[in-house]
């Protein structure tokens, strides 16, 4: 595990440690944030003692990267992988008719585009 996620941990864990909850769990995590103090899985971690880098939106900052792990992109990236689709299926059509259908989809996908980078520059 990273170093700071590895302090980030001990932090989150520090804190579940200080609530008073009713998780069904509460206990065998204890037990096992007890146990990995007790091995010492949290000494000697690379910024132990220092500051954890400032974040502005730390609930936003989480569920973004979240989302990055799981393979989530920007509207605006998935818009663009979907042009480049039809892009390369109008290549590949010899028929007229579903050209024209094609290019009339692929203009209205310029335009969402351009749509969505606006709003993702919010």
């Not at 892009?87 to 259908?101: F, K, N, P, V, W």
């Amino acid at each position: 595990m990273a170093p700071l996620a590895m302090a980030g941990l001990f932090l989150w864990c520090r804190d579940w440690q200080n609530r008073s909850m009713d998780h069904p769990l509460a206990a065998l995590i204890n037990a096992r944030i007890a146990a990995a103090e007790a091995e010492g899985a949290f000494e000697d971690l690379p910024g132990a003692g220092k500051p954890l880098p400032q974040i502005e939106d730390p609930e936003g900052t989480v569920f973004h990267r979240m989302l990055r792990d799981a393979g989530a992109v920007p509207e605006f990236v998935a818009l663009a992988r979907e042009l480049a689709h039809l892009r390369a299926e109008l290549r590949e059509t010899g028929d007229r008719s579903r050209r024209q259908q094609i290019l009339k989809e692929m203009s209205m996908m310029e335009v969402r585009i351009d749509i969505a980078r606006q709003d993702y520059k919010k």
